[in-house]
DNA sequence: CTGAAAGCGCTTACAG
DNA sequence: CTGAAAGCGCTTACAG
């Protein structure tokens, strides 16, 4: 015996007023012509009854789930909160749940995630690849988010230009030799980011690259980064590729008696959480994460409405190039000053002229 | 005309081989019996087709769709990916998919969400709620993580003992005066990790508790929480209820020239991403995640699959007590040190007596 | 404007 | 050991 569910079916609405399910259920989507008495005697009796629809059995009829996977690499990478929180909202908005799977960094188990989202029968998925992961072609729609560098059917945040405008800034205020911190060279977003840098740095200035996990292989896990020695040598300014890696130089400038931002500045990326908790606040470059998960949801929500199979599965992002950039924005705050401004100028517990402690 | 699935279905393998469609159903499954021979062939042609059973089809005839919900309060708590992975990785192991859910700290957003949950059809539902919720019976099994004193059906870390293990690593570093610092007395989180660190506190010792939020709203957003002062007074260590707080801890002290741990111990709470990455490495307090999304889930599963809608739709998570506690570990970094303790040891660019600069 | 009927893919008593 | 049949809840041509 089939396993019925507990609440009311359109069975149950049309046998209560009488009518044939076919009118119920035209009356409920709006689509067949059903007479405007009957669509709200059908709706108010839905009501009535908490008729909630059996997404099993519109999808078994309609071949959709209203349901897309989301696949991310490495939930280690603090970005993930926002990534997910802003492919949650976008979908809801326009009636689609989202399937977490985490590939969890390995390679082998983003191919697993994604077949496990296609078993749950997903639409289509949104895909944060991990490094160096070409996303081949899976029975249903896909959008990519990552570096604009990487080919394919890709939303990403501008990162060159987040590169560009955190030197553009630090330039700004008088910075020529600048320190650029990288972790992983071989991570295009990473690239990106120092490439953007690097253009803008000028002429008359100096830019030295810092890649840390180079570093770490060859002093060990946790090794200084010899930043102090940098300042010594006339750098006034310190640009991470991640808020993590900034954290990390603040913290050992400090530990090398060297305030930020008066003996030296210094810029993160991403605005993760702390941010704006450590003091001073650090300077850094935002995504706009919500626009992205919009792009990369709307452009699957379409391929799965419009394209009736007849289409590639792969979803369209961008029409004219293969990649939609989305900007990025900085979020000045207290870790960048003009370079040689005059040491410390606010006690450290007075804020906005006004005594607190 | 109804929308065919593009991939093969059982109909599909049975004709291929010319059997019925409930002998591939049974072959597959392993339930009916069915002679060795035809499973093999049946399981062998399966694979040839590339197969993928369909959910719909599933979850229309059992009333099953093998997806559960994870309903998450706020997305900007950091703590958020540990839980979201630790929840998937325990429900696709035994075959279930996650739908999230984000209630974006709102109460009302929260019952959006668990309702968009259910109109997916869910089986059941993870729920972290939004501080100060109480989860009322939905029609479907529900699983809460929380603190161990919000009352109903939770799994918890015990952050009670998590406090408790703090403070007794403190006083066995010979800390007597403690600082204590929260953000909001009305969280129960954090009330029971403060408890369990005063509880600990030695009769011939002292703590003194920094609730930040009352502090901001007299003396506004970020201001300095005071702590140059209370060293003055003799306080040798600062536990902080979340590693966020005791990073701002430490660059308050850093900006007044205290140094951790020579000056004074530092501790935090949860083991976040950046906690290792500071330097010194924060000590700090870990929940076992996965533990707890083991049981939550476990919880669900079995209310899913054992109770025929006969029971009450509460999953079941202890059987004794009303909430399952899991204890949380103590990860000893650097900045605990014991008390008065020679001021700083080793050269900052000097790592395990290898010079590395 | 309304309804009868078919069928999406699956599982499960039941009969053979 | 195997198969015919019913039915989970829905939508959509089609007929009236």
């Not at 960094?105 to 989202?117: H, I, K, P, S």
């Not at 939303?155 to 800034?169: I, L, P, S």
């Not at 320190?179 to 295009?188: D, K």
């Not at 090398?256 to 001073?280: K, M, N």
Request: aromatic content about 4%.
């Amino acid at each position: 015996m089939a396993h019925p569910r507990p609440g009311p079916n359109l069975n149950k609405i049309a046998a209560e007023i009488g009518v044939s399910v076919a009118t119920v259920s035209n009356a409920l989507s709006g689509k067949g012509r059903v007479s405007a008495k009957l669509i709200t005697r059908i709706r108010d009796k839905a009501d009535e009854l908490g008729y909630v629809p059996s997404l099993a059995g519109y999808a078994l009829r309609t071949g959709r789930t209203g349901v897309i996977g989301l696949v991310l690499p490495d939930i280690s990478n603090p970005l993930f909160p926002q990534i997910a929180q802003a492919i949650e909202f976008a979908a809801s908005a326009i009636g689609y749940g989202v399937l977490l799977a985490d590939s969890r960094g390995d390679v082998a188990m983003q191919t697993e995630a994604v077949n496990r989202l296609i078993e749950k029968d997903v639409d289509g998925i949104v895909i944060v690849p991990r490094r160096g992961t070409r996303i081949v072609d899976i029975g249903c729609p896909v959008a990519v988010i990552d570096s604009p560098s990487t080919p394919g059917n890709t939303v990403a945040a501008d990162h060159w230009q987040g590169g560009q405008a955190v030197v553009e800034h630090l330039i700004g205020l008088g910075h020529r030799k600048l320190v650029l911190i990288g972790n992983n060279p071989s991570s295009t977003v990473q690239n990106d980011r120092i490439g953007g840098m690097r253009s803008r740095v000028r002429s008359d200035g100096q830019a030295e690259v810092l890649w840390i996990e180079r570093l770490e292989r060859e002093r060990g896990q946790g090794c200084p980064l010899g930043l102090a020695d940098r300042i010594a040598r006339g750098f006034t300014a310190i640009a991470a590729v991640s808020d993590l890696h900034a954290l990390r130089a603040l913290t050992e400038l400090h530990r090398a008696g060297i305030t930020v931002p008066e003996d030296v500045s210094l810029t993160g990326f991403d605005d993760l959480t702390w941010a704006s908790v450590v003091t001073p606040g650090l300077t850094t470059v935002r995504m706009d994460m919500p626009r992205i998960a919009e792009i990369a949801v709307r452009a699957l929500a379409s391929a799965i409405e419009g394209d009736r199979g007849n289409t590639s599965p792969r979803a369209t992002i961008a029409t004219s190039a293969e990649v939609a950039k989305v900007p990025m924005q900085l979020m000045v705050r207290q870790t960048t000053a003009p370079v040689a401004s005059p040491s410390r100028t606010t006690d450290p517990y007075t804020l906005e002229g006004k005594s607190l402690c």
